[in-house]
Antibody, heavy 121, light 107 residues
Framework: EVQLTESGGGLIQPGGSLRLSCAAS????????MNWVRQAPGKGLEWISN????????YYADSVKGRFTISRDNTKNSLYLQMTTLRDDDTAIYYC??????????????WGQGAMVTVSS | DIQMTQSPSSLSASVGDRVTITCQAS??????LNWYQQKPGKVPKLVIY???NLETGVPSRFGGSGSGTNFIFTINSLQPEDVATYYC?????????FGQGTKLEIK
């Protein structure tokens, strides 16, 4: 079964750091540009970052630029999101998402179950 | 950044009704427009990709049309299980912006 599984969420104090992981199963992560999307409680969806297959190109939303770093390890079939200088408004469910096109951008047809990150003192 | 304006923000309709949601992009995005369904407490699910293509396994009562800056999402013959929030999303350019969502309820 094609699946994405996030881990690493939790409660963190403002200013702290956290690393999310997204493990792929049932397919080779290395073939896909991968994305992170988040959703604050009761709010809409916000795309925050993506990374191409070779880690050459990485893009970020302005809201996380300079604080979050996306990376991947194709040998481990995994995607990561290193989050630093966390703020209250980073509180959200974080989803990893796979596009429906190999090696390019596309619609997100596979989503993980989400990892909850709560930033609070 | 490309802004996606979705309307209405909420909608109440009866079972069997035809429902229409619109999404307007702040610039030409060609056909790079997707629609997602998110039921309460669930993960978003792809419904329509590339403006008008029905995702595999999605009922044929769902449809999409449009290109450039104006897009329409349609549900023909609304069913109780269609209660959800629907989002449009452009992927013509990063950041891949979403519309603010349309919450669909049954009257």
């Amino acid at each position: 079964e094609v699946q994405l599984t996030e881990s690493g969420g939790g409660l963190i104090q403002p200013g702290g750091s956290l690393r999310l992981s997204c493990a792929a199963s049932g397919f080779s992560l290395s073939a896909y540009t991968m994305n992170w999307v988040r959703q604050a409680p009761g709010k809409g969806l916000e795309w925050i970052s993506n990374i191409d297959t070779s880690s050459t190109s990485k893009y970020y939303a302005d809201s996380v630029k300079g604080r979050f770093t996306i990376s991947r390890d194709n040998t481990k079939n995994s995607l990561y999101l290193q989050m630093t200088t966390l703020r209250d408004d980073d509180t959200a469910i974080y989803y990893c998402a796979r596009p429906n096109i190999v090696g390019a951008s596309g619609a997100f047809d596979i989503w993980g179950q989400g990892a909850m990150v709560t930033v609070s003192s | 950044d490309i802004q996606m304006t979705q309307s209405p923000s909420s909608l109440s309709a009866s079972v069997g009704d035809r429902v229409t949601i619109t999404c307007q992009a702040s610039q030409d995005i060609s056909h790079y427009l997707n629609w997602y369904q998110q039921k309460p407490g669930k993960v978003p699910k792809l419904v329509i990709y590339d403006a008008s293509n029905l995702e595999t396994g999605v009922p044929s009562r769902f449809g999409g049309s449009g290109s450039g800056t104006n897009f329409i999402f349609t549900i023909n013959s609304l069913q109780p299980e269609d209660v959800a929030t629907y989002y449009c999303q452009q992927y013509d350019d990063v950041p891949y912006t979403f519309g603010q969502g349309t919450k669909l309820e049954i009257k």
